[in-house]
């Protein structure tokens, strides 16, 4: 049976879905098996409110990060002058 | 205690994410922010001398930070001249007839105390991040706080889609796991 015909998940793929949906990268298809894996297994219930609850902290918290080329910026200015200094 | 060490060259692996969330709490704009961090390095390298090693490093630069930020303040209103004061409840045709009841406080506001609470959040989180392997930590913070497409972090960082799935899973489970103990 190919993969995309089955109904049922495992837990391994329930959590990968979950974790999809959470940034809104799961198809609609893969949610609605997402849900029906959720309504017969409790594990993955709770899993999958932790997670949700982890993503509703993490945008309240309002973060703020350097992003990856800022940071290269700032630490090509900081070696400068290290080495401007020794 | 321990007397605390200082090596400028971790510095800004360690530090610069929280420095810089800590200032554009305050300064609202991302490139002030940065320049503000970098000031603060650079001072902190200049004046290393004088660390004791009573505090942690992150403390002192956040010290150090601090002055930054106020010195900040001080220069932009400075060079306005002078602070503008306005008393009038109303000066704009637009809000013409409202009654100054309704723009008092409401009591049931609370977005002081939530800012608060956001605010210890942050340090929660922040602590938290820091304890996951960079590698984790990287793609966690490049997801779920930048909000790159999958496939933009997959081509900087040279890994296929579902070993990102993988990173991302490992690196969830444990933030939840450590903020359930320190947080909730």
């Keep these: ?86 | 205690m321990a007397n605390h060490q200082i090596n400028p060259n971790k510095w800004i692996d360690l530090y610069s994410d929280y420095l810089f969330n800590y200032t554009i709490t305050r300064v609202k704009d991302r490139d002030t922010a940065q320049d503000l961090v970098q000031d603060t390095f650079f001072a902190g390298l200049k004046s290393m001398k004088n660390f004791k090693g009573e505090a942690s490093e992150r403390t002192w630069l956040i010290s150090i930070l601090k002055r930054k930020i106020i010195d900040h303040y001080r220069k932009i209103n400075s060079k306005k001249g002078k602070a503008e004061v306005r008393i009038n409840f109303n000066n704009d045709s637009e809000n013409e007839g409202d009654w100054i009841e309704q723009r008092v406080a409401d009591p049931f506001d609370k977005t002081a105390e939530n800012n608060l609470e956001n605010t210890e959040l942050g340090i929660a989180i922040h602590n938290c991040i820091s304890k996951l392997p960079e590698k984790q930590a990287q793609v966690f913070k490049m997801k779920t706080i930048l909000g790159y497409d999958t496939d933009a972090i997959c081509n900087e960082l040279n890994i296929t889609a579902s070993n990102l799935w993988v990173i991302i899973h490992r690196a969830r489970t444990q933030l939840a796991s450590c903020l359930e103990k320190n947080w909730f």
């Design chain 1, 1 to 86: 049976m190919s993969k995309k015909k089955k109904i049922l998940l495992n837990c391994t793929d329930a959590n990968h879905t979950c974790n999809k949906s959470q940034y809104n990268d799961a198809s609609f298809w893969e949610k609605m098996k997402l849900s029906l894996h959720l309504l017969y297994c409790r594990a993955c219930r709770k899993y999958s409110s932790n997670n949700a609850k982890l993503t509703k902290v993490m945008t309240e918290s309002n973060l703020e990060f350097l992003k990856t080329s800022e940071k290269e910026n700032l630490k090509k200015n900081f070696n400068d002058e290290l080495a401007r200094r020794n």
